[in-house]
C-alpha cells in the first residue's frame, strides 16, 4: 500500500494530537490536573479519576479509601484499561 506525502502527514498529525491530549492530562512531574480530575471522576466530583492504565490501577490500589458501596463502581471502570488488575481486586473484595 502506497501512502501519499500528503496522507502521510495527516497520520502524523493525528498521532500527535493524541498524544499531546493525554499529556495535557498530567502535569510534568506525572500528576493528574484538576480538569482531568474532575472530568474522569468515578466518585463524587473529583474523587478516582480513571483515564488511562496508570490511573486505573492506582484507583485499583486506593479503593480502600472509597466506601464500601463505591468499590465495586471503581473497579468496573477500572477494569476497562487494567483487565488483570480489577479481576484480582474482584477476587480480593470477595474475601
Known sequence: MKVTKSQLKQIIKEEL???????????????ITQDTREKHATVGKDKFPIFDKKSAEAAIDLR????????????????????????????????
Not at 17 to 31: L, Q
Request: charged fraction near 45%; avoid cysteine.
Open 17 to 31: 494530537d493524541e498524544y499531546i491530549e493525554e499529556e495535557a492530562k498530567r502535569t510534568a512531574k506525572g500528576n
Open 64 to 95: 480502600g479509601h472509597a466506601p464500601e458501596a463505591d468499590r465495586a463502581k471503581i473497579i468496573n471502570k477500572a477494569a476497562k484499561y487494567a483487565p488483570e488488575a480489577a479481576k484480582k481486586a474482584r477476587e480480593a473484595d470477595k474475601k
